[in-house]
């Protein structure tokens, strides 16, 4: 019999410190927001959220985030649920890099959407100078306004719905829609009748996700609303965080727990309504259904590839044009064009190169950070009953909550908590306190991958290794870490691409030495180097297209979901 190596106090051990670490670092966080935000003479009371909703700057911040996420949720559902239908239910051609593009803007992040469509359309826009199609200098920028902001909005989170709806239509039985065209229905009919009503709950899903991920954007209403005077409850916070005043600490809680009710409140409505429109389905999932477009193919696969090049081809070209000239509004042409702006960011500005050295560490340490964690949790997880699996559980609760809250709750849950020296140690504004923050907000992103591997396996080759004495820690080098660790790392490889180029998260947690990426890109533009943010942009763009390439690669032969474009 082989020797044990970690038997049950190892096992216990283990579980201890992941469960304990992760209800510590995403739980205890927010608990402090709600304290400093619920709280007054140390009891609960609602005073500080209605003396807060009682200054008009704060009700005026309130609604604009409720309208924007509102409407802009709204369009981005029709968007989203259009494309799915046609990628999921027709019989388009290359569904594959047609996924892949829908996508994209998912994974760009939104200040840099914002400042590609800023350069596209405004008046300096060396593209359409070049066409000679540029608006009049001197006039107002058509984005700098409620409507910009929300167009914006849309279309950065046009893709969740995608996404979320696509999802769903590949589950649905497809003998009810058969039954539904045999029975004469129509392609629209059956549509309004049959497919409709069964994904409800998935279209209640995706605008919650689309509203609560609006609500918390920075990026898109800093750069467009505050122009016009549109500002929302995250820009409002930032803006108190910069004021440095005796309060502004407080002030900042009370405004991440009005963002934090908001979101919640849409949650909750979400599973309420999702239980009322929740219809059960009788048989396993099948192949989707592939309606023959006959004649229309070739107009809507257009109409798609149109539709994607205006999205990503018209602000990433103008994104390109703006870091190709020497100053923003002078036309590219043969005799303007240089890469000096490229230079610049990749090899003379010290303070870019460190944000890509801290973005590059700060991501790739949260990202192998969540991968050990996910592997260690998920394989509690798998566990049918017991306390290990109700810790787990908890764990993983922990972690669904800190993503679903607004990263900017985030941000000021770890202000509060680290704004005084840990064990004599000072972290607050510091990289290392930008990526637990990272670890705490994307810990679910590489958590459901690798859980859903564990769930896969077989539990007789757990039962196997333990008749032949195998130790807890043995069992998990030679079996349960080998068999999660694929999946794990398309996790991984996800909490990446979202913390490499985020902004909302590390806006209101960096200082001078600690920049990122993603704040050097908005400081660029918000001082007004706008081709300097240009080229910067434009690299990170290539970046992340790279990594999701990378992604596509590494996920083939994983099971569907590691990389969401090939579910």
């Known amino acids: 019999m082989a020797p044990s190596t970690g038997g049950r106090g190892a096992e216990t051990l283990a579980l201890a410190l992941l469960t304990g670490g992760?209800?510590?670092?995403?739980?205890?966080?927010?608990?402090?927001?709600?304290?400093?935000?619920?709280?007054?003479?140390?009891?609960?009371?609602?005073?500080?959220?209605?003396?807060?909703?009682?200054?008009?700057?704060?009700?005026?911040?309130?609604?604009?985030?409720?309208?924007?996420?509102?409407?802009?949720?709204?369009?981005?559902?029709?968007?989203?649920?259009?494309?799915?239908?046609?990628?999921?239910?027709?019989?388009?051609?290359?569904?594959?890099?047609?996924?892949?593009?829908?996508?994209?803007?998912?994974?760009?992040?939104?200040?840099?959407?914002?400042?590609?469509?800023?350069?596209?359309?405004?008046?300096?826009?060396?593209?359409?100078?070049?066409?000679?199609?540029?608006?009049?200098?001197?006039?107002?920028?058509?984005?700098?306004?409620?409507?910009?902001?929300?167009?914006?909005?849309?279309?950065?989170?046009?893709?969740?719905?995608?996404?979320?709806?696509?999802?769903?239509?590949?589950?649905?039985?497809?003998?009810?829609?058969?039954?539904?065209?045999?029975?004469?229905?129509?392609?629209?009919?059956?549509?309004?009748?049959?497919?409709?009503?069964?994904?409800?709950?998935?279209?209640?899903?995706?605008?919650?996700?689309?509203?609560?991920?609006?609500?918390?954007?920075?990026?898109?209403?800093a750069l467009l609303g505050a122009p016009a005077r549109y500002t929302t409850l995250p820009v409002l916070i930032w803006r108190r965080l910069a004021s440095f005043g005796p309060s502004a600490l407080a002030d900042m809680?009370?405004?991440?727990?009005?963002?934090?009710?908001?979101?919640?409140?849409?949650?909750?409505?979400?599973?309420?309504?999702?239980?009322?429109?929740?219809?059960?389905?009788?048989?396993?999932?099948?192949?989707?259904?592939?309606?023959?477009?006959?004649?229309?193919?070739?107009?809507?696969?257009?109409?798609?590839w149109a539709l994607l090049a205006a999205l990503l081809g018209l602000p990433m070209a103008s994104l390109v044009a703006t870091a190709l000239v020497p100053t923003y509004g002078v036309p590219l042409s043969a005799e303007t064009v240089t890469l000096a702006n490229f230079h610049e960011v990749l090899v003379a500005q010290t303070v870019t190169l460190r944000a890509f050295a801290n973005s590059t560490l700060a991501a790739g340490a949260a990202a192998a950070s969540t991968a050990v964690i996910a592997i260690g949790l998920a394989h509690f997880l798998a566990r049918r009953r017991g306390a290990a699996r109700r810790a787990a559980g908890a764990a993983a609760m922990a972690a669904e909550l800190a993503y679903a809250v607004p990263g900017v709750v985030i941000s000021v849950a770890f202000i509060l908590a680290f704004i005084r020296p840990v064990l004599g140690v000072s972290l607050y504004g510091s990289l290392t306190l930008i990526g637990l923050a990272y670890v705490a907000a994307f810990l679910a992103v590489a958590l459901k991958p690798a859980a859903a591997a564990a769930a896969a396996q077989d539990p007789a080759l757990d039962d196997a290794a333990r008749v032949s004495g195998a130790g807890f820690l043995m069992r998990m080098a030679r079996i349960h870490a080998p068999l999660a660790l694929p999946a794990a790392m398309s996790g991984a490889v996800l909490v990446f691409l979202t913390a490499y180029n985020e902004i909302t998260v590390s806006a209101l947690l960096w200082s001078q030495g600690s920049e990122t990426i993603g704040t050097t890109i908005f400081n660029y533009e918000d001082g007004g180097y706008t081709t300097l943010a240009a080229a910067m942009a434009a690299v990170t763009v290539a970046l992340t297209a790279a990594l999701m390439l990378a992604l596509d690669r590494l996920s083939r032969g994983l099971p569907e979901g590691a990389a969401p474009w090939r579910a």
């Open 253 to 304: 809680a009370v405004l991440a727990t009005l963002v934090a009710a908001a979101a919640a409140l849409a949650v909750a409505a979400q599973m309420a309504l999702q239980r009322r429109a929740a219809a059960p389905l009788i048989g396993p999932p099948q192949p989707a259904l592939a309606l023959r477009l006959g004649p229309w193919r070739g107009p809507l696969e257009a109409g798609v």
């Open 22 to 221: 992760v209800v510590l670092l995403c739980g205890l966080p927010l608990a402090l927001v709600a304290q400093v935000g619920l709280t007054a003479d140390g009891a609960f009371s609602l005073a500080p959220l209605t003396e807060a909703i009682g200054s008009r700057s704060v009700q005026r911040a309130l609604w604009n985030s409720i309208d924007s996420a509102a409407v802009s949720a709204a369009l981005s559902l029709v968007v989203g649920a259009a494309l799915a239908v046609a990628v999921g239910l027709t019989d388009l051609r290359r569904k594959g890099p047609l996924t892949f593009l829908i996508l994209l803007p998912m994974m760009i992040p939104p200040h840099v959407t914002a400042i590609a469509w800023i350069q596209a359309l405004g008046p300096g826009s060396a593209a359409l100078g070049a066409l000679g199609l540029a608006p009049p200098i001197g006039s107002t920028h058509p984005l700098y306004s409620r409507e910009g902001v929300i167009a914006l909005l849309a279309a950065q989170h046009a893709p969740l719905c995608f996404l979320v709806l696509r999802a769903s239509l590949r589950a649905l039985p497809r003998d009810l829609s058969e039954a539904a065209r045999v029975s004469g229905a129509g392609p629209w009919r059956m549509l309004r009748t049959v497919v409709g009503p069964l994904t409800a709950p998935a279209l209640i899903a995706a605008f919650a996700l689309a509203f609560v991920s609006a609500l918390g954007n920075f990026g898109i209403p």
